[in-house]
């Protein structure tokens, strides 16, 4: 059979799918943001992931009006999937891209669910929208599968090729069609779940451990820094056991180790579960911007100065290091808690677009930066930063200097510094 891949939703995920699919199927990339869209018409990611020349040469069609769609018969769902204010799981992009495709549904179609879910998800939500929407009944007329998304944004190493996949099908038939198609893209093979609840439950888990562990560094840094003790020197050493696993404090946020948690913690709750240790993890990690700002407060006090009257620059606002994307950027609680102390904070970030900060969280980036702070802040470790010289970096200074330094990239200064932190 000839397939005609259909890619509902070209984010960080969707895009990269729908250029490596493009390679070898005729498909149609399709996402509900229209400014986007006309971007990519004109070989341009809004993301700044993929390079423009990623999209010469392919059979695609870039579109914002669900008709396109019509006559693919093998569709990609990877749409976003954050939380609601309450943290509980936002199924709205997934359940509306299932409405779609449930209407162009026919039978021999494939639908393949990539966005990050609860296990039992694909089956118990999405499904019965497809069903209803186009008549049909799984696996009698039409398969389903689960792919979980492993894309890491910035890393320009391990791009989509290279990552091996998790597939899962609804029944051996979809298994098999979906091993013959992801197969043509990914170099590193194909991992095949036992199911589709299995597949999903092994991606959330996988981000779900990245927190727990993250938010035992976390509490580390808080107790060590009660006694005065680097928690960096003290997880090198503890690493020259051949079985102690590194993982560094920071900021845990982004639209996947800070959401994922919050997926399985929803669905243990339906099952009667009430969910300890990865509640804990990020009840923890979201006390961490708190944690900072104090740290700073009580540095600025220490060195004679009021931290009503002072004027912080916070390097970065990105939620991870060189990359564009500010959704859920832990940075963004650390500003708000600075500000509550009447700190007065000026924000760079030689990624984030100023327009999308304003947007999202009526924030405003500095241009021009001053030579007059009382603290900075490097709170993502950009290349950038890590690049600045020391003339550079002492010339923003008012006096007695002090640096934040979250993850320790610029160890350098500290000689120089009145006070220098890092978690």
Not at 246 to 251: A, D, H, I, Q, T
Not at 257 to 265: K, N, Q, R, V
């Amino acid at each position: 059979m000839r397939y005609k891949i259909g890619v509902i939703g070209l984010g960080y995920v969707g895009l990269p799918l729908a250029l490596e699919f493009a390679k070898h199927f005729q498909v149609v990339g399709y996402d509900i943001n229209e400014e986007r869209v006309e971007l990519m018409k004109i070989c341009r990611d809004p993301a700044n992931e993929v390079d423009s020349k990623n999209f010469e040469n392919k059979r695609i069609k870039f579109t914002s009006n669900p008709q396109m769609l019509e006559h693919c018969n093998f569709y990609v769902i990877a749409v976003p999937t954050d939380i609601k204010n309450d943290r509980t799981p936002n199924l709205k992009p997934l359940i509306n891209a299932s409405k779609d495709i449930g209407f162009f549904l026919e039978k021999e179609d494939i639908v393949v669910y990539e966005s990050t879910v609860y296990p039992g998800c694909t089956e118990e939500v999405c499904v019965p929208i497809l069903e209803k929407g186009s008549g049909l009944k799984l696996n009698i007329d039409f398969k389903v599968g689960y792919s979980p998304e492993r894309i890491v944004p910035g890393d320009k190493e391990r791009s989509l090729p290279y990552i091996l996949k998790i597939i899962s099908g609804s029944d051996t038939e979809a298994l098999e069609v979906i091993e013959l198609v992801y197969s043509k893209i990914i170099e590193a093979g194909l991992f095949k779940a036992s199911s589709i609840k299995v597949a999903e439950a092994a991606k959330v888990i996988e981000n779900t451990q990245r927190d727990i562990n993250i938010s035992l560094m976390n509490e580390l840094s808080i107790i060590f820094d009660m006694m005065d003790i680097d928690t960096t020197e003290v997880i090198e050493a503890a690493g020259t056991k051949w079985n102690f696993h590194k993982y560094y404090p920071g900021l845990v946020g982004g639209h996947c180790i800070s959401i994922d948690p919050f997926y399985l913690m929803h669905k243990a709750k339906e099952l009667g579960h009430e969910p300890q240790v990865i509640a804990a993890g990020r009840k923890v990690n979201d006390f961490i911007p708190h944690f900072i700002s104090k740290r700073l407060v009580k540095a600025l006090i220490e060195i004679g100065k009021n931290p009503g009257d002072c004027k912080v620059l916070l390097q970065g606002i990105t939620f991870k290091e060189n990359v564009s994307d500010i959704r859920n950027s832990k940075v963004v609680d650390l500003i708000r808690e600075l500000m509550s102390f009447s700190i007065n904070v000026h924000i760079t970030d030689p990624h984030a677009s100023a327009n999308e900060v304003v947007l999202e969280y009526n924030l405003t980036l500095k241009t021009k930066i001053d030579n007059n702070y009382d603290a900075i802040i490097i709170a993502v470790p950009h290349t950038y930063y890590k690049k600045l010289s020391e003339f550079e970096y002492f010339k923003l200074f008012k006096d007695k200097p002090i640096i934040f330094d979250l993850k320790k990239i610029r160890y350098d200064l500290k000689e120089k510094c009145s006070f220098y932190w890092c978690l």
